[in-house]
Nanobody
Framework: QVQLVESGGGLVQAGGSLRLSCAAS????????MGWFRQAPGKEREFVAS????????DYASSVKGRFTISRDNAKNTVYLQMNSLKPEDTAVFYC???????????????WGQGTQVIVSS
């Protein structure tokens, strides 16, 4: 079993930055693919970014490409999402996810965190 806990959300002005963290416990993350998803009010949850177990392969939703960066520190059992140039439309609850095989825009990861709120004001 893997437990994921997100942190780093908050209120930021448009154009600002936030860094989300996802700390794992229960098992080492080094063999898991990781990802971030988000759900805005009244909308379905959507894929944001993913990273493979080694950190050498990443993928991003087109809406965040060039603004967000996903990274991981397997020694710390933590995954990060650096969010720059934030826009009001980025407002959502952001969820960390882990899967022993893969995390993609169409997959359903096995493990999920409880989410952290990000609000971007205009």
């Amino acid at each position: 079993q893997v437990q994921l806990v997100e942190s780093g959300g908050g209120l930021v002005q448009a154009g600002g930055s936030l860094r989300l963290s996802c700390a794992a416990s229960g098992r080492t993350l080094s063999s898991y693919a990781m990802g971030w998803f988000r759900q805005a009010p009244g909308k379905e949850r959507e894929f944001v970014a993913s990273i493979n177990w080694s950190g050498r392969s990443t993928d991003y939703a087109s809406s965040v490409k060039g603004r967000f960066t996903i990274s991981r520190d397997n020694a710390k059992n933590t995954v990060y999402l650096q969010m720059n140039s934030l826009k009001p439309e980025d407002t959502a609850v952001f969820y960390c996810a882990a899967d022993p095989v893969k995390v993609t825009s169409t997959s359903l990861p096995r493990y999920w965190g409880q989410g952290t709120q990000v609000i971007v004001s205009s």
